[in-house]
């Protein structure tokens, strides 16, 4: 008889792994909308099953927590709030009693759940239902629902399924006016909780929706403008927050006058994105389609001044403040005023005027995460550093910029320089740069992202040689003109309602980055959306966005597994040169293939019942 065996997978094993992997992968496509009581119900009872049965606070515990999350839910028995109680002192004793994770890390979940939606547990004691913002805000097809600008995801994949590009590019615009610019560089939050998942991988939207503004006509024509109105709106900000409020405002009959502070239209998306990313000529195809609406525009005008902005009220039944975030963040160390730090949006700002600085044979750091960091790191590659190194206070899978973006720089000749603060920065006798010092790191305790709270190592600084130091740690907005007027303004954002209105001042909204700090181009589209759409009623009307596009059916295919069409990239040693577009769109052949692997959850399912999509706003 043996004394040990090699232990194998057996078939039950194998199997009940790749169960495992099919409920992870239900649990990421699970859409929003629904009722937290129930899910939080069905991961208690995961976490029941998981229990080993040792301890009597997991095996039992986690049991009566069912037992009452049960009652609560049951639409045959009587409630009362006792209940809440009950439950949040059960999940305490069994947090600090359960002998491991399983049962703690159950409780606490339990207990977030009675913080986060308590409401929601109200609501089915007192009335044995949903929520009113379940029952009212429930999106059928999760990837309008996690579109902030809530675009017709499926609608335009089945029109490029059926070769009808145009009519894509006209049904985006209904919600965004943006398309080819989201095309490029849109974050796809659409993608995250895609249904396809359950079969295999995400859809690729962005790449579908690049196919078809690579492929529309070279004009597509923008929706005839209502009956003039002839209320007059400034749009304060000539950014993809302020031009989409225009756009939709003067197809609504209004007239929109945009006030940009720099000599060109764009914002962020012209001074702050490169063009090896975001191509100069496509986004101008953007920027004039809008246009041609008719808006009128004063470029090289700062708004932020107390006398201008009282004259916009003056002049103007409304106004919309989409300012952006175009200001640095200081590093806040010692020396960061020596020559050659250079704020991070002062070099994208200068290149998007065709301003190049010359890094010619210089060593540059860059301080920062994000993708501003990345942005800039990649361009100093371009402009001639002989070496770029990114160093970040966290780790790697911390960093706030997208994972291509990141790999992208690293493959450029970029070096990533992980858990490392700034401590200091050394210059010379002329006051130039000549290293950056830093602190070494170690991952601690997760803070409330969920990322490990970088704190000091019991390590000596270290020393980095370098020519430049470039600071992407962050933006803010350049808000005094409006603080004075009395736009309320706190911790250097805009005070605004989630209409956008503005409080105590009548006829001023606000919306996007100068709002709710730095975010992506797609919320800032949203919150021009919004605006405009509030500022009609505002004025006393109540025009309706729509176009009158017939959806293909979805065809009767079967679902199985199939690789999804990523979109390629020129190679590294070629693209880190110059500044072309880096990215190729997708072949005909990949485009169809992708576009058939929509499910088509706006004809499917619960998107049935509710007409699978938003025909007018």
């Given amino acids: 008889m043996s004394r040990l065996d090699f232990k194998t997978k057996d078939r039950a094993q194998v199997v009940v792994e790749g169960l495992y992997q099919d409920l992870e992968r239900r649990i990421i496509a699970s859409p929003p909308g629904q009722c937290p009581v129930d899910m939080a119900e069905s991961f208690l009872k995961l976490c029941h099953a998981q229990s080993?049965?040792?301890?009597?606070?997991?095996?039992?515990?986690?049991?009566?927590?069912?037992?009452?999350?049960?009652?609560?839910?049951?639409?045959?028995?009587?409630?009362?709030?006792?209940?809440?109680?009950?439950?949040?002192?059960?999940?305490?004793?069994?947090?600090?009693?359960?002998?491991?994770?399983?049962?703690?890390?159950?409780?606490?979940?339990?207990?977030?759940?009675?913080?986060?939606?308590?409401?929601?547990?109200?609501?089915?004691?007192?009335?044995?239902?949903?929520?009113?913002?379940?029952?009212?805000?429930?999106?059928?097809?999760?990837?309008?629902?996690?579109?902030s600008a809530g675009v017709d995801v499926p609608g335009y994949t089945a029109l490029v399924m059926a070769g009808r590009y145009d009519d894509a590019v006209r049904l985006i615009r209904k919600d965004n006016p943006f398309p080819?610019?989201?095309?490029?560089?849109?974050?796809?939050?659409?993608?995250?909780?895609?249904?396809?998942?359950?079969?295999?991988?995400?859809?690729?939207?962005?790449?579908?929706?690049?196919?078809a503004v690579d492929h529309c006509s070279e004009t597509v024509p923008v929706p005839a403008a209502m009956d003039d109105t002839g209320k007059k709106v400034a749009i304060i900000g000539g950014g993809p927050g302020g031009l989409s409020a225009a756009y939709f405002l003067a197809i609504m009959g209004h007239k929109p006058t945009i006030f940009e502070k720099r000599s060109k239209l764009g914002g962020m998306l012209r001074y702050g994105i490169p063009n090896y990313r975001l191509p100069r000529e496509r986004l101008q195809w953007d920027i004039d389609a809008i246009l041609s609406t008719g808006i009128e525009v004063k470029t090289d005008?700062?708004?932020?001044?107390?006398?201008?902005?009282?004259?916009?009220?003056?002049?103007?039944?409304?106004?919309?403040?989409?300012i952006g975030a175009h200001t640095h963040k200081t590093i806040g160390v010692e020396g960061e005023y020596s020559k050659g730090v250079i704020p991070a949006v002062e070099i994208l700002r200068g290149i998007g005027d065709d301003s190049m600085p010359d890094f010619n044979n210089k060593a540059v750091v860059v301080i920062g995460g994000?993708?501003?960091?990345?942005?800039?790191?990649?361009?100093?590659?371009?402009?001639?550093?002989?070496?770029?190194?990114?160093?970040?206070?966290?780790?790697?899978?911390?960093?706030?910029?997208?994972?291509?973006e990141i790999d992208g720089a690293v493959a450029e000749g970029c070096t990533l320089v992980e858990l490392k603060a700034p401590a200091k920065i050394e210059s010379n006798s002329t006051g130039s740069v000549r290293a950056l010092w830093?602190?070494?790191?170690?991952?601690?305790?997760?803070?409330?992202?969920?990322?490990?709270?970088p704190t000091p190592a019991s390590a000596p600084e270290e020393r980095i040689p370098c020519h430049i130091i470039i600071s992407a740690i962050g933006q803010s907005i350049e808000s005094q003109g409006f603080e004075k007027y009395g736009i309320p303004v706190v911790r250097g954002s805009i005070v605004a309602e989630s209409s956008s209105a503005v409080s105590n001042v009548e006829g001023f909204f606000a919306g996007g980055d100068c709002v709710t700090g730095p975010s992506t181009v797609i919320n800032a589209i949203a919150a021009g959306k919004v605006a405009a759409a509030n500022i009609d009623e505002h004025l006393g009307y109540h025009h309706e966005i729509s176009e009158d596009i017939e959806?293909?059916?979805?065809?009767?295919?079967?679902?199985?597994?199939?690789?999804?069409?990523?979109?390629k990239?020129?190679?590294a040693k070629e693209r880190g040169n110059d500044f072309m577009e880096i990215e190729y769109g997708m072949s005909?052949?990949?485009?169809?293939?992708?576009?058939?692997?929509?499910?088509?959850?706006?004809?499917?399912?619960?998107?049935?019942?509710?007409?699978?999509?938003?025909?007018?706003?």
């Fill in 52 to 147: 080993c049965g040792k301890c009597v606070p997991c095996r039992v515990g986690i049991g009566q927590l069912l037992k009452i999350l049960d009652d609560i839910l049951d639409l045959n028995k009587e409630k009362s709030m006792e209940q809440l109680e009950l439950l949040r002192r059960t999940a305490v004793v069994i947090k600090e009693s359960a002998d491991c994770a399983i049962g703690t890390e159950a409780a606490s979940m339990v207990l977030r759940g009675l913080d986060g939606f308590r409401e929601d547990y109200e609501e089915h004691i007192r009335h044995n239902r949903c929520a009113t913002s379940i029952q009212e805000g429930k999106q059928p097809v999760p990837c309008v629902a996690l579109c």
């Fill in 301 to 322: 005008y700062d708004v932020n001044d107390e006398a201008n902005i009282k004259m916009i009220a003056e002049e103007f039944d409304a106004a919309y403040i989409s």
């Fill in 438 to 453: 830093v602190q070494p790191q170690i991952a601690g305790e997760a803070d409330r992202s969920g990322r490990p709270r």
């Fill in 551 to 567: 959806i293909p059916y979805p065809k009767l295919m079967d679902k199985k597994p199939c690789g999804r069409a990523e979109l």
């Fill in 569 to 571: 990239l020129r190679y």
């Fill in 180 to 211: 080819t610019v989201c095309a490029h560089i849109c974050e796809h939050p659409c993608e995250a909780r895609c249904r396809r998942q359950l079969i295999d991988t995400a859809v690729n939207i962005r790449g579908i929706k690049r196919y």
């Fill in 370 to 404: 994000g993708n501003v960091a990345m942005d800039v790191a990649r361009t100093a590659k371009r402009l001639g550093a002989s070496e770029v190194k990114i160093v970040y206070r966290r780790r790697k899978q911390d960093m706030t910029a997208l994972p291509e």
């Fill in 588 to 617: 005909h052949e990949e485009a169809l293939q992708e576009a058939s692997r929509c499910l088509r959850c706006d004809f499917n399912g619960f998107g049935a019942f509710r007409g699978g999509r938003t025909h007018k706003w």
